[in-house]
């Protein structure tokens, strides 16, 4: 599994970012490999984001490619250059009922 952390600044006001997550929320759904999407607020910078946790590496280069990502900066009225970070997840620990527990990744090569 890898994972994908953006983070940017935003012409919108905080409600109007608040709004179009939830909005948005709902077609990320259907996006084929997504495990997980989180959005985030960065408390220190005021910087809003998202955490997308995706199956593999060719699900996240898919999705980057997609009409859906290639939105982003429109729909949030990106002010500036977004950040952006990756990571290989090592351990997923998935405390709720509908899930396994814990999920090993290929990272620890025992997945």
Same mark, same amino acid.
Request: without cysteine; negative net charge.
């Given at each position: 599994?890898?994972? #994908?952390? %953006?983070?940017?600044?935003?012409?919108?006001?905080?409600? @109007?970012? @608040? &709004?179009?997550? =939830? =909005?948005?929320?709902?077609? #990320?759904?259907?996006?084929?490999? /997504?495990?997980?999407?989180? #959005? /985030?607020?960065?408390?220190? *910078? %005021? =910087?809003?984001?998202? $955490? #997308?946790?995706?199956?593999?590496?060719?699900? /996240?280069?898919?999705?980057?490619?997609?009409?859906? $990502?290639?939105? +982003?900066?429109?729909?949030?009225? +990106?002010?500036?250059? &977004? @950040?952006?970070? /990756?990571? !290989?997840?090592?351990?997923?620990? $998935?405390?709720?009922? *509908?899930? &396994?527990?814990?999920?090993?990744? $290929?990272? !620890?090569?025992? &997945?």
């Amino acid at each position: 599994m890898i994972m #994908y952390i %953006g983070r940017f600044r935003s012409r919108l006001s905080d409600e @109007q970012v @608040q &709004a179009m997550f =939830e =909005e948005r929320a709902p077609r #990320y759904l259907e996006v084929p490999g /997504l495990v997980e999407k989180l #959005y /985030l607020r960065f408390r220190e *910078t %005021g =910087e809003w984001g998202a $955490a #997308y946790v995706f199956d593999s590496e060719e699900s /996240l280069e898919r999705f980057r490619e997609s009409d859906l $990502a290639a939105s +982003i900066p429109s729909a949030y009225e +990106i002010d500036g250059a &977004a @950040q952006a970070e /990756l990571a !290989d997840v090592a351990l997923l620990v $998935a405390p709720s009922a *509908t899930a &396994a527990p814990v999920r090993r990744s $290929a990272v !620890d090569g025992r &997945a």
